[in-house]
């Protein structure tokens, strides 16, 4: 059974904006290959100052991704995002059923 997940995203701000945005399109091709799909069209939030340093960072790009995907299918990607150099922070979460209804995703019933 799919469920609905939002991942979010931010990449080091230092790295050029196409490369960032390259991101992207790497993600959703991890997610599909999990055996996920994106819902929708990734949100990309461009270049944002951080509220504090991050890793005496002060800018970075958001990446925002509606997901639907089996349970633990997203663990690899999380351990990827973990360990690679251009990502600061990345968060996953599960979306409760309501949410996910609300967005349109089809795991809500």
Do not use: C
Not at 28 to 57: C, E, L, M, N
Not at 73 to 101: C, F, G, M, N, S
């Amino acid at each position: 059974m799919a469920r609905a997940y939002e991942l979010m995203v931010i990449v080091d701000g230092d790295v050029e904006e196409t490369a960032a945005q390259a991101w992207t399109k790497s993600l959703s091709d991890s997610i599909t290959a999990a055996g996920g799909s994106v819902h929708g069209k990734p949100d990309w939030w461009g270049k944002r100052q951080f509220a504090y340093p991050i890793d005496k960072k002060e800018y970075g790009y958001y990446i925002v991704l509606n997901v639907e995907a089996p349970g633990g299918a997203l663990d690899d990607l999380e351990r990827t995002l973990r360990i690679a150099d251009d990502i600061v922070r990345h968060k996953l979460i599960r979306l409760p059923d309501a949410e996910a209804a609300r967005r349109g995703m089809g795991s809500a019933a």
